[in-house]
């Protein structure tokens, strides 16, 4: 099955820098990969995601980049602010919908 | 996007004794599923709750422990049986949209003593 990776588990950065992570998949069918923020006691929430025919896709201040090559996508977001604060989980999915999730990080914004 | 409602929203119960889950969607959608996520993990898919015929189920998942049901498009219940502190858990569900995205209700939040 599929095996995805997440790296850092865990992410401090200062109010007003960038925020990056990195996920890694075994399965060359995976072709959709979505993002979810999760708040404390909240479902994941959809913010992103990226399909295997897109390089890039940007919402503001968030932007996923794929490499179909290498199998590895990334999530970035600029400019983070406090309500940034959250566990993040990238996940993938081939054609039978099911999604395998990363382990998730925990990000931290420092006011 | 889906709005997804689960009930209970928490629960605190004793080893031995099943719970149900309620799951409800505010518009008809084809696939339902049911994910747990362990206390500081991730999300683990349980099964596919399909409607109008069995559960498919993953593997380390057995219907026996994990009975499921979907009787129409806007609902779904699961059963945690014969529980052990070892099923203390967030039990979501999620709801298959358009173009593959999965939107997931708030959780049920699970303590078994």
Not at chain 1, 27 to 46: H, R
Not at chain 2, 26 to 42: A, E, K, L, N
Not at chain 2, 68 to 81: A, E, G, W
Request: with cysteine.
């Amino acid at each position: 099955g599929e095996n995805v990776e997440q790296h850092p588990s865990t992410l401090s950065v200062q109010e007003g820098d960038s925020a990056v992570i990195k996920c890694t998949y075994s399965d060359s069918a995976s072709n959709y990969f979505p993002w979810y923020k999760q708040e404390l006691g909240k479902g994941p929430q959809l913010i992103i995601d990226i399909r295997s025919n897109v390089g890039e896709k940007k919402d503001q201040r968030i932007a996923v980049t794929l490499n179909k090559t290498a199998k590895h996508f990334s999530l970035h977001i600029t400019e983070t602010q406090p309500e940034d604060s959250a566990v993040y989980f990238c996940a993938a999915s081939s054609n039978d919908y099911k999604l395998s999730f990363g382990a998730g990080t925990t990000v931290t914004v420092r006011a | 996007s889906a709005v997804i409602s689960q009930k209970p929203s928490r629960d605190i119960c004793q080893r031995g004794t099943s719970l149900t889950i309620q799951c409800q969607v505010d518009s008809q959608v084809t696939m339902m599923f049911w994910y747990r996520q362990q206390p500081g993990q991730s999300l683990t898919l349980i099964a596919t709750a399909n409607q109008g015929s069995e559960a498919t189920y993953e593997s380390g998942f057995v219907i026996d422990k994990f009975p499921i049901s979907r009787p129409n498009l806007t609902f779904s219940t699961l059963t945690v049986s014969n529980m052990s502190p070892e099923d203390s858990s967030i039990y979501l569900c999620s709801v298959e949209a358009p173009r593959r995205t999965q939107y997931f209700g708030p959780g049920t939040r699970l303590l078994v003593l």
